[in-house]
């Protein structure tokens, strides 16, 4: 055991389960969808999913994990059987694909804060056009900037960084980097907020987030809702089996799940709270009538377009600070990611901490290639039919959500008839006395027995049948 590692204390565990859940899908994901889909209504229904499905995940990943003491392949195993295994082998391997076009995505915000903060992006004219070409070509090779635009070497650096951290081991690595990056996070998140909303028209900005049209409610809201609960709280892939795993026994589980959770969804919402003053704010400035939800660029191109009405000094200095926050979350989910494979190769096959950290990130990097090239370099990938002409990356990251929540239903099933939920509550009891007796442990029974497997198992379907044929057509 005390060769694997371990989070010194409550804190520190805390703060690394919450950087991998504080990530892209807060501060890129989580704005544009609640844009899309009615504003006040998708943060209500993200709201319930939160509190009916992920908590109870949340807490069972966690007490699988430290009963086990080890990766996520292993715990299954260890507590379930061999055949029980492969559904963790299911949860690495999701989380290698995750994390191979996450990489891709965080290359491009660490080459914006380059850019904004150092270089001269902001003096663009149109920024969808510039966005379409710095993800287009990834080595740019044909411009006067060269290499220095190549978002190639951005995600590499992206990955090498990642590996970096990860090679450091638990305390040394993931805690320390997350009691850095954490902190200076929340900060930034909140300047920029306090900024934001003293800008003009930032209140009808405030207003179209806050106060739900519920004509906007459809089916695709709650999908939405759910899969990107899922997302933004790392569930269902064996990420906080992997760190429960690293829980020493005095720590109270179903508390520091909660804490998680909060500081989870407080930065969902505060990151809201940015950017729809900003938006609405360029709406005023511009003189727009729509007001502009982009979808997935919406950080790309929306917001370097506003850094750039706040002129040249404030604009870099805001831009910057806003691209360097979405580094630091982006870095924390992506330590948290390599985590996964990295302590199934370390704790099943005895392998060197240092030496599988370098080899699955470059692993990692080069399956993430496709997406990288599905911007626009390789057409085939840009247009895939049988996914209605969406490309690789949304592809990818699409499939990955769905396994997801299969992999968070599984779990249930796992806890109810093969480990059994009286083990669970017996691990929930450690570190948290007044356990057995409490009205907790009969809502976490009773969810993770009933409500979560049946509405995880029915709400994957449906995903699954929307994405590939449309809901339309199903009903
Ligand atoms: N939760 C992170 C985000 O919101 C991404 C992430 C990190 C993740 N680790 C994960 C998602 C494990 C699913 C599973 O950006």
Request: aromatic share 14%; net charge neutral.
């Amino acid at each position: 055991m005390s060769t694997r590692g371990n989070f010194s204390g409550r804190i520190g565990f805390i703060l690394a389960a919450a950087g991998s859940a504080v990530g892209l899908g807060n501060i890129w994901k989580f704005p544009y969808l609640a844009g899309q889909n009615g504003g006040a209504v998708f943060l209500l229904i993200y709201l319930a999913c939160i509190f009916l499905l992920c908590y109870p995940v949340m807490v069972g990943e966690i007490a699988i994990g430290r009963k086990a003491g080890t990766d996520a392949y292993g715990s299954y195993q260890k507590l379930g059987g061999s055949k029980w295994g492969y559904l963790g082998l299911f949860g690495i391997l999701a989380g290698i694909f995750i994390l191979s076009f996450y990489n891709v995505v965080a290359g491009w915000a660490f080459g914006y804060f380059l850019h904004i903060g150092f270089g001269d992006l902001l003096n663009e004219k149109d920024f969808g056009a510039f966005f379409g070409f710095f993800t287009n070509d990834i080595l740019d090779v044909s411009s006067a900037k060269g290499l220095a635009n190549s978002n190639f070497i951005f995600s590499l650096v992206f990955m090498a960084v990642t590996a970096l951290i990860v090679s450091q081991g638990i305390q040394k690595g993931i805690e320390a980097a997350n009691k850095i990056m954490m902190p200076a996070l929340y900060s930034i998140l909140i300047g920029i907020i306090i900024y934001s909303l003293t800008l003009p028209n930032a209140i009808s900005g405030v207003k179209f987030y806050l106060i739900p049209d519920f004509s906007e409610l459809k089916i695709q809201t709650v999908f939405e809702g759910l899969k990107q609960a899922f997302f933004s709280l790392s569930l269902g892939m064996g990420a906080l089996i992997t760190y429960g795993s690293y829980l020493k026994k005095n720590e109270n589980i179903a508390s520091s799940a909660a804490v998680i959770s909060l500081a989870d969804t407080m930065v969902a919402f505060l990151s809201g709270l940015m950017v729809f003053p900003l938006v609405h704010f360029l709406q005023y400035k511009a003189n727009l009538t729509e007001v502009a939800t982009a979808g997935p660029p919406l950080i790309f191109i929306v917001l370097p377009q506003i850094f750039h009405e706040m002129g040249p000094i404030l604009g870099r200095f805001v831009g910057g600070s806003f691209f360097l926050l979405v580094c630091f979350a982006a870095l924390t989910s992506t330590i948290s990611l390599l985590e996964v494979p990295v302590a199934y190769l370390v704790d099943q096959k005895k392998m060197n901490r240092k030496s599988v950290v370098w080899g699955i990130a470059l692993l990692i990097f080069i399956v993430g290639l496709p997406s990288m090239l599905s911007q626009g370099m390789i057409p085939a990938l840009n247009k895939l039919d049988f996914f209605r002409g969406q490309d690789f990356l949304v592809f990818i990251a699409d499939m990955c959500d769905i396994s997801l929540t299969i992999g968070g239903c599984l779990m249930c099933v796992f806890i109810t008839y093969r480990w059994k939920i009286h083990n669970m509550d017996e691990e929930l009891e450690q570190g948290n006395e007044g356990y057995r007796k409490s009205f907790l442990r009969k809502y976490l029974s009773f969810t993770i027995q009933y409500v979560c497997p049946i509405l995880l198992g029915v709400l994957s379907i449906l995903v699954i049948l929307d994405k590939f044929w449309g809901i339309d057509n199903i009903f």
